[in-house]
Every structure is written in C-alpha cells, then in structure tokens.
C-alpha cells in the first residue's frame, strides 16, 4: 500500500476546504458557547464572563418548565429507543440470517421507509391519523410517533455489524446443542453489542432532537426540550435559552463519543487479528 | 437434527424460518403507524373543508383544485393555472438543489481529504464532521439564526475588521434560509462521500498519472466516476429533507417566504386551519420525493446491471 | 422457545412504555390553560398552584385564529380555559366550543367592570370574563426614522427608509382589520370593488415587509432586525421598557381596539378549577399583577391604585388626545368569511 505514491493522492486547496468546512460547522455552535457565558441581559453585548445564565437555567423562573421538558425529552427518548432497538434487532436477525426470500427487498425498504418519507409529511400523516382514530395527543402519541422514525436509526447500525458477523459462531453454539435463543442471547447478542448501542444511541439522539414530528402530535400542555426552545426562540433568542443549547450540545457530543468508543471497540474479526 | 443440517446448508441463514416472526414487530409497527397514516392522509386530501377548521366527510377534489388553479377572488372567474404553489415547490426544490451543489463543492473536497489522511488520523477526521452530526438541528438554527442577524457576531466583526461599513442585511431573506440549509445537511454530504473514497482504489489514479493524465483530469475521468454513488448518495440526503423543511425557512426566513414545509405546517398550526389543502401538499411533496428516489434506485439498479 | 422470548421481549417493551407514560399522566387537581403567549406572570400561575393545589399546565398559541384552529382540529376536550379576543369569543360561542356558567358559579363576578359586563360580544358575560384589554396599530424604532408616524402608510406605503423592515402580526383578524381601516372601508364588506382593492393593498405591501411574526413582534423591535412593526400597545411597552427607542402609534386613519377573554371551554376536563382559576383572576390583586406585568388595561374594579406609576402614565396605554376612536374586529357572516380567508391566503401564498 504505501508503495502508492502520496503525491498522486495529494489535491493543493483541498485542507483549505476542509478548515473551512470545518470552521462553517463549528463557528456559529462555538459563538452560541461563548455567548452562553455573556453577564449581560442583551445578548448581543459582550459584558464579561459569568455564569448566570446557568444558574438562571437551574434556579430561574423558568426552571420548572425546562425541567418538566427534559424530563420529557429524556423519557420519551429512553423508551423510544428501547423499543426500536428491540424491533430493529429482531428486524436485523430476520434479514440478515435469512437466505434469499420474495419480499426481500420490499421488507428492507419497509423498514427504511421513515428514513425516506420527508419528516413533515411524517408529522401531518400521524396527525391525521391520530385525529381520525380519535386518540387523544399527548405525552404517548408523542412516544408512539418516536418509535416509528427510530426503527431505521437503530437498524442500521445494528444490521451493519450484523452482516460482519459470520454465521459459523451461532451454528458452532447449535452444533454443542444449544438452542436458537440461546445461540443468540449467548452468542449472537454479546458479539452484536456494539452495534445494538450505536444503534441505540443514535435512536435516543434522534429521539431527543426531534422537533418537526413532536410538534404536530403533542398533546396539551405537553413539551419537549425542542419544542420548549422553539416557543421561547420564536419569541426572540435569550441568554437562557444559549445556556440550554450549550448543554444539550454538550450531551450531543457525550454520545457521540461514547458511540465512537463503542464503535472502536473492534469487530470480531479485527480481535482475532490483534 | 433436520434443522441444524438446514442452518448449515443454508449458510448464512440461521435464523431463514424465523424471519416471518422476527420481522413481524417492525412490519406491523411501521405499516400500522406510517403506511396507514400516509394512506388516511391521502384519503383527508380528498375530504372538504370545513367552515373554520376540521374536516366534513365528502368527497372534493377543492384541495387540488385550489393547489393547480386559480378562480379569482370570487371564485367566479374561469380557472387558469395557478402558479403560486407550484411556484413555492419549484423555489423550494432550487433551493435544495442549491443547498446540494454547495454541500458538494465543500463536502467533495473534505471528504477527499479525509480519506487520504493515515488509516490512524482518518476516524478523528471523521469523528469531527460527524459531531455537527449530532447535534440538535433547532440549536444549530437557532445558531444561525444569532449569528447572522443584523447585530449579530458575523456583522459585528466584518464591521470591526473594516471589511464592510454597513451590516449585511441577511435575515429574513433567501439567502439566510439557503444557508440555513447547507449548514444543516452539510455533513450528510461528506460522509456518504467519505465512504466511496475510502474504497477507491488508488492504483488507478497512479495508473493515471503514468498515462500522463493531470492531476485535475484524473480527478474528473477517474475519481468523480469511480466515487459517483457516494455522492448521488450524498445529494439525495442533503436535497431530501431541504425539500421538507421546517425549521430553516420559518425562523431564519422570517415565515414569509415559504417553502414547501412551512406551508404545511401553517395549513395545520397557524391561520389557515385547512386540513384538506395541507393534506394535499403533503401528498404531492411525498410523490416528488417518492419520484426521486425511485429514479435513484432504477439508475443504482441499472449501474449494477451493467457492470 | 424463541417464541416465548420474542413475545416475552415485545410485552415487557409495550409494559415498559405504558408504565412509564401512565406516570406521567395528569393526576387529580389539574388545570390546563391554553394562552397566548407571554401574557401572565409565571408568579400569578403559582400562587393559583399553591392556593388550590392544583397542578396548572400551559400552552400557547399567536393568535385568535390558530386558537380556533388547534380546537377544531381535535384539541376541544384538553384545555379547560383559553383566552379568546372579543370577536373570536362570539365565533367560538358560535361554534359550540365553549361553555357556559352562572354569575353564581364565581364569588368575584362583581369585580366586572359595568361598562365590560354586557359586552355585544358575550350579552351578560354567560361564557367568558374580562382578562386584558388595549389596541393594535404598530409601532417604529424613532432612532432610525424620525418622520411622522401617526399615519397607516407607515405599515401599508411605507417610506423607504423602512421598507423591507417591517414586521407583521401572523395574525389574520388584526392585519385584515388595519388594512380596511388604512383604506378606509368597512370590516366585513361585501362589495366586490372594496374587497379587490383590499387584496391589491396587501400584494403591492407585502413585498415591503420582512417577516410574520407574532410571538417575536417585540424582539425584531428590541433586536433590531425590523424597524417598524404591527404590534400591541403593551408588548411595544414591554419593548420600550428593555431600552430601544420605540414609539407605539395611534395613526390618525384609525387603530384596533380589542379585548381578551377568559372562557370556559367546552369538555373541559377539570371544571371546576377552570371556575376557581377564573374567580381567582377576578381578584384585583391578581388581575393588577398580570396587568403590571402585561402592560395593558384590565377590565376589574380595583386594579387602577395597584398599578405602578409608569404604567398609569405610559404614553402605549394613554392615547393622544386627538387620537380617533378604536375599532373592535367584526364578526362577518361565513360566505363573507370565505372572501377574507381567500385574502389572507393570497397573502400568505
């Protein structure tokens, strides 16, 4: 490989995009973290560093109703993303340990189907539907809604590292007499593990990041940490609300790192090669 | 006994008698809870409005009607075609298409670098796009929203550092929602693209090169074909939810100009109370969507075919 | 076996949920609000928790119409009180979606102002009590234009140092309104000629403001990203009050006037709160806390010597003495009805 000439690789502007690309992505989120620590009511004034806002963000007025909505947040993203982990692992067995079958691929794309339908038709349809059955919105329409568009999140990580497992290590388990749950539970699941979390971590994210979807099935009095910040950014953008988004962009990045730790923990065939 | 010799001929296919009942949870889950909605929402398309909100039981193509013609105010005149939806999908689609295009020009050149760096530095690299990734989209408009604004950080400095004498007027316009965009999906960008570089082989631009190709025609007749799925990949994630979105449109274009996602919502949540009518639109964005990607999996099909 | 372990996974998942969002379910002593935006004090909702230990939640919306709106579209048995303006009050009475209650029913029905007990819009106050009233014109940042202001043309033929940096209310009521009294032509007109010249009003203006934008009217103002904007009398205080320049304007071509309601709605799950929540408004001291706070004019005895001195005399709640009477918004028929939504639309498109 590295008889591969680098130069050839080599493309002159190409780091001055990626800086810049970079410096795009992270200015305006590194501005809001300054801005964060701003002592000043004005959120345009730089008045010196404080931490007030977080403070206002634990002890204000406004404490209970941001508390209220992380707590909703957080427990919607949890079950949300315990269910679509268990739906997708299953969905992940049944089309990766399966030979060819009619249907196939129209399963694959069943599954994959809230990937592909745009969020805000998502959000209108299950509105509709909730009104035309007659379900209440609320705090479980909410849920329901979650599940749904956190199946393909959770599945294809889990079905990525799936397909690098061979399938000699269940029939091996099966071959001493075990039987097929416990060929999984023993064997399959232990060696999947690290899919099954990045999958379950990018559910959660991806549960706790929704807005659009939330929105239009919530129910009264019901609100999420997006949708609470989105009320209070429409009526204009408060220090308090930068002291929000620095700290949920601080968990962001939590689990991020956490999936990369996990996702470095190496696929099975790399272990043996270590 | 029978079994376990099945499991063994069949390869990789443990678990092939139980993929009905495996995949049964996620079948039922996304037909119940999305193909039906979609289907119901199909069915509200063709319902009338009612007076003031909701929905009465009878048939009524008024929603189309009101999508593709235009009656005058009085509803009297003879219907010509109307443009000023079709007008508001055509500027939503250019300006996701715009978005793409910028997210390549930058995303292209990222991801090739990243690609090209150690086995060892590659995945911080990667680590570093995927961050943005991850972090909420309404903070990171919201982001954008404060940077840009007419006192904001980006005008303060250029006004400091003497490049402009006067604010940039950027919010409530276009041209913040375009940018809006790009930064939002920028990352859907690089890393499908990343993916295909990272297979590339490389012999072949040194195979190139020994043919006295440049470096620039290399990359336009050997890497651009080679990486071409990575970045139809890539587009279509960024131009799909531009298509549908919400957020970018309504708070930094100031929910006047509005794209196609603002224009459901409000159908919905503010004002206009038209079920029917947002219905409708609804179900014409998920058909050009649909129609997109149905293209994209013919021409995934047919490339696979020829090879 | 397998199957034993996939029903077993997929019922502890479904138990799991169901626990868990049975916790969170609203429990006895409740009472849900659905409010405008920014318009009561988080102290006055505690102090109603506290007294009579009722857990109080709240949404908001922006404006009268997307009130009717969220109702309509299955949000009708959720809340139990909103705060309906004046016109929408009748619409919403006409609707079936509110209920009524006896003068009996609240200890502090005497605190009603006379002159707002037997309104046109509620006879005898059946459905609703007075919460906030004031006006609707618009309001321009005097450090950036220092012309006259007291004209329409501000909003609707603005001068060039403001086109394209005017906000607008998202509210359909309030710009419909102001544009009729801008060209001076009645409210609920029928008459083909008015009603063309009122869409070509809007057409030829709407290029010349920069947002809609209800909930944020005051911090384009504060923030600077507009320069003038429709907007309410006590939220331009508010806006005047954290420091910009702002002049609220009574045009001499006529302003809205308005007054919001508390009602009673329809299927309201906790009643009886409702009923407490609103006799505890009626209360002077209460009301004077939500009217320091909201800047406007309340419509109970008793609140004028709570008020601070810089309320009484805010130029937003003290109209000039040459200002023209104010109108309140009309409730048209609905073949009429269609011919305003059929504007707005065209607006918004």
């Known amino acids: 490989m590295a008889s591969i000439n680098t130069n050839i690789k080599h493309y002159p502007g190409f780091l001055a995009v990626t800086v810049f690309c970079l410096f795009l992505l992270y200015a305006p989120l590194l501005v809001v973290m300054v801005y964060s620590f701003n002592d000043s009511l004005s959120i345009v004034k730089w008045e010196g560093f404080s931490l007030r806002w977080y403070h206002d963000v634990f002890n204000g007025k406004e404490t209970a109703k941001y508390k209220t909505a992380a707590w909703n947040s957080i427990s919607i993203a949890v079950m949300a993303a315990t269910a679509a982990t268990i739906i997708a692992t299953l969905a992940a067995l049944g089309m990766n340990r399966s030979a060819q079958w009619r249907g196939k691929s129209a399963s694959f794309a069943l599954i994959n189907l809230p990937l592909m339908v745009p969020e805000i038709v998502t959000a209108v349809a299950t509105l509709i539907f909730f009104s035309a059955i007659g379900f209440k919105t609320g705090y479980t329409s909410i849920l329901i809604a979650h599940i749904v568009f956190c199946i393909p999140f959770a599945y294809l990580p889990i079905s990525a590292r799936l397909q690098g497992i061979e399938s000699s290590y269940e029939q091996a388990a099966m071959d001493l007499y075990a039987t097929r749950t416990q060929a999984f539970t023993k064997v399959l699941m232990p060696l999947m593990m690290p899919g099954i979390i990045s999958g379950y971590l990018l559910a959660f994210i991806i549960s706790l990041d929704d807005f659009i979807i939330t929105n239009f099935v919530k129910g009264a009095g019901i609100e999420t940490l997006p949708t609470a910040i989105f009320g209070a950014v429409k009526q204009g953008i408060k220090p308090n609300i930068m002291a929000i988004s620095t700290l949920m962009l601080l968990v962001s990045v939590l689990f991020v790192c956490i999936s990369y730790m996990v996702g470095r923990s190496g696929s099975p065939t790399s272990q043996n090669s270590e | ?307 | 076996m397998k199957q034993r372990f996939t029903t077993k996974l997929i019922q502890s998942a479904v138990a799991a949920a169901f626990v868990l969002s049975a916790n969170t379910a609203s429990a006895e002593g409740s009472l849900s609000i659905y409010h405008w935006f920014e318009y009561i004090p988080q102290e006055v909702l505690d102090k109603f928790s506290k007294e009579y230990d009722v857990e109080v939640t709240m949404d908001t919306y922006d404006s009268n119409e997307s009130l009717l709106a969220t109702l309509k579209a299955g949000k009708l048995g959720s809340y139990d009180v909103a705060v309906p303006g004046d016109y929408m009050v009748e619409i919403m009475r006409n609707e079936g979606v509110l209920d009524s209650f006896e003068p009996s029913d609240l200890s502090n029905f005497g605190n009603i102002m006379d002159q707002w007990l037997d309104v046109s819009f509620d006879p005898g106050r059946k459905n609703s009590i007075p919460y906030q009233w004031g006006s609707t014109s618009f309001s321009v940042n005097r450090d950036m234009y220092d012309g006259d202001i007291r004209t329409t043309d501000i909003i609707f033929n603005p001068p060039e140092e403001l086109a394209g940096k005017i906000n607008m209310l998202d509210s359909q009521g309030e710009v419909l309104a102001l544009a009729s009294i801008h060209l001076g032509i009645p409210q609920c007109s029928s008459d083909r000629d008015q009603l063309k010249a009122l869409n070509a009003l809007l057409q030829e203006a709407k290029p010349k403001w920069a947002s809609f934008n209800s909930d944020g009217a005051k911090d384009v103002l504060v923030s600077g990203d507009a320069v003038a904007g429709m907007i309410y009398n006590g939220f331009s205080a508010k806006a005047r009050n954290e420091g910009v320049n702002i002049e609220y304007s009574y045009p001499k071509e006529g302003f809205i006037v308005w007054m919001d309601n508390v009602v009673l709605l329809k299927d309201a799950p906790n009643r009886d709160n409702a009923l407490k929540f609103m006799n505890f408004l009626l209360e002077p001291e209460n009301m004077a806390a939500i009217t320091n706070f909201a800047q406007y004019t309340a419509g109970v005895k008793g609140v004028n010597e709570l008020l601070t001195e810089a309320l009484k005399t805010s130029p937003e709640s003290n109209p000039p003495a040459d200002a023209p009477a104010g109108s309140f918004i009309a409730v048209c028929d609905e073949a009429t009805q269609k011919l305003y939504d059929q504007i707005w639309t065209n607006l918004k498109k």
């Open chain 2, 1 to 307: 006994m029978s079994t376990k010799l099945n499991n063994i001929v069949s390869g990789n296919a443990t678990f092939h008698h139980q993929r009905h009942k495996l995949l049964l949870p996620a079948w039922l889950v996304i037909c119940l809870l999305l193909v039906v909605p979609v289907l119901m929402m199909l069915v509200y398309s063709f319902l009338t409005k009612e007076f003031r909100g909701g929905v009465i039981w009878e048939f009524s193509l008024a929603a189309y009607d009101q999508f593709f013609f235009d009656r005058g105010l009085f509803g009297d005149e003879p219907a010509k075609i109307d443009w000023t939806y079709m007008r508001i999908y055509a500027r939503s689609a250019l300006q996701a298409f715009i978005a793409s295009v910028l997210c390549l020009v930058i995303g292209f050149p990222t991801a090739y670098f990243i690609a090209t760096r150690s086995v060892r530095s590659r995945p911080v690299w990667v680590f570093l796009i995927t961050i943005p990734y991850w972090v909420n989209l309404l903070i990171r408009t919201v982001s954008m929203k404060f940077m840009i604004r007419d006192s904001g950080p980006l005008n303060t400095w250029l006004l400091q550092a003497g490049i402009i004498d006067q604010p940039i007027h950027l919010i409530n316009t276009n041209i913040a929602v375009q940018l809006g965009l790009f930064y939002s999906y920028l990352p859907f960008m690089v890393l499908p693209i990343y993916a295909s570089i990272e297979r590339y082989d490389f012999s072949l631009s040194e195979a190139a090169s020994d043919l006295y190709a440049s470096k620039w025609t290399t990359l336009r007749r050997v890497i651009l074909p080679a990486v071409k799925p990575g970045i139809i990949a890539g587009c279509i994630l960024v131009f799909v939810p531009s298509l549908g979105a919400f957020l970018a449109p309504d708070l930094l274009g100031g929910a006047k100009n509005f794209m196609i996602g603002s224009l459901i919502e409000e159908q919905f949540k503010g004002n206009a109370g038209n079920w029917p009518f947002g219905a409708a639109s609804s179900m014409i964005l998920l058909a050009i969507v649909m129609g997109v990607l149905l293209l994209y999996a013919r021409n995934e099909t047919n490339a696979a075919g020829s090879r």
